[in-house]
C-alpha cells in the first residue's frame, strides 16, 4: 500500500468537489473514455499511468485508503451525473475515469473487464480491483462476471 501520509503533498482536502484542474482531467477522461478504450488496451494502460516525474502529489489528502477510494468514487460519480447524456454512462466510463484517478493517487488499482451471463444474455462488465477485491460496486462482480482481461501498472494481462 503507497504511502499517502508524505508531508505537504496534498493537492485538497476530502472536499466535496475536486480542484478545478482535477475536475477538468477526469471529465476529459469520462469523455473519452469509449474512444481510448477502443484504441487498444496497452495503448489505454500507457495513458492511464501517471508520468513518473518522481514528485507525485495525491489528489486526497488522507492516510485512510477507504477514504480516498470513496471520495474518488463520488467525485465520479458525480461528473458522470452532470454530464449525462454528453458523458456515457456505464461501467466502462466509470471504470476508466476512476482508473486515472486511483493511479494518480498512486493507488495500485487494476482495471478489469469480465463477462458473463446475466439473464440469459451475454453481458460485459467493467470494475476496478485494489488488493485483490472490487471497490465501489454495489455488489462483488466476480459472482456473475468472469475476468478476461486486467490493466495494471504493470500493463495488459489476459
Not at 480542484?19 to 496497452?42: F, N
Not at 499511468?49 to 495525491?58: C, D, M, N
Not at 486515472?100 to 446475466?118: E, H, I, K, P, S
Request: with cysteine.
Amino acid at each position: 500500500m503507497p504511502d499517502l501520509s508524505s508531508p505537504g503533498s496534498a493537492v485538497t482536502d476530502t472536499a466535496r468537489t475536486p480542484s478545478l484542474p482535477l475536475l477538468v482531467q477526469l471529465t476529459v477522461v469520462a469523455l473519452a473514455a469509449k474512444t481510448m478504450v477502443r484504441a487498444g488496451l496497452p495503448r489505454l494502460q500507457r495513458w492511464m499511468e501517471p508520468a513518473s516525474s518522481g514528485h507525485s502529489r495525491p489528489l486526497v489528502a488522507s492516510t485512510d485508503v477507504d477514504a480516498v477510494t470513496a471520495q474518488l468514487g463520488r467525485w465520479v460519480d458525480s461528473i458522470m451525473r452532470r454530464g449525462s447524456p454528453v458523458i456515457r454512462p456505464g461501467c466502462q466510463t466509470r471504470g476508466v475515469t476512476l482508473y486515472y484517478a486511483m493511479r494518480r493517487q498512486g493507488l495500485d488499482a487494476a482495471l478489469c473487464f469480465g463477462v458473463g451471463t446475466v439473464n440469459g444474455a451475454v453481458e460485459g462488465h467493467c470494475w476496478i480491483d485494489l488488493d485483490g477485491e472490487p471497490v465501489l460496486e454495489p455488489f462483488d462482480p466476480r459472482a456473475a462476471f468472469t475476468e478476461v482481461v486486467r490493466v495494471t501498472r504493470d500493463g495488459v494481462n489476459s
